[in-house]
């Protein structure tokens, strides 16, 4: 057991308030990563919406930011709701990823690299070269006959 959580196996040879002292210390150190982890996905995200015309603050609120990412890639808005189901959702999230690539004219594999690796990605989204060249999903038009 104490091999599986090594933690577990040093509290048991603490006082009460070292114990406290080291699991508030533990509590902060887990927010303190999330909050880093959380950050470097919203300042690229905030940035990848500007660059596609919608307004960055969408990045921060939690359902409109996929009411808007499903805008930019030119998908319906009904698909917020596959979201919800199991593994349906990791399916849409890659295909969802990979239309975001393709707006910005990258290929499918930057779309993957997107999905595995978000904390690298999108930042290179975002504040790299790529432009917005309209949405990937949005069905094509025929031009007009005689043009």
Do not use: H
Not at 7 to 21: H, K, M, N, P, R
Not at 24 to 34: A, D, H, R, V
Not at 97 to 124: E, H, V, W
């Amino acid at each position: 057991m104490y091999l599986l959580f090594p933690i577990i196996a040093i509290f048991q040879y603490l006082s009460d308030e070292e114990a406290v002292g080291l699991g508030i210390g533990l509590i902060f150190l887990f927010l303190l990563y999330f909050l880093v982890i959380v950050f470097l996905i919203i300042i690229p995200m905030w940035k990848i919406f500007s660059k596609a015309g919608k307004p960055g603050w969408a990045a921060i609120i939690p359902i409109y930011n996929i009411i808007v990412l499903l805008e930019i890639v030119g998908r319906p808005l009904w698909w917020i709701i596959l979201y919800l189901v199991p593994c349906v959702n990791i399916v849409i999230m890659i295909m969802i990823y990979i239309d975001l690539a393709k707006s910005f004219g990258k290929d499918t594999g930057y779309g993957i690299g997107i999905f595995i690796l978000p904390i690298i990605f999108l930042p290179m989204l975002g504040y790299g070269s790529a432009q917005y060249v309209g949405p990937a999903a949005a069905p094509k038009t025929p031009p007009a006959p005689g043009m």
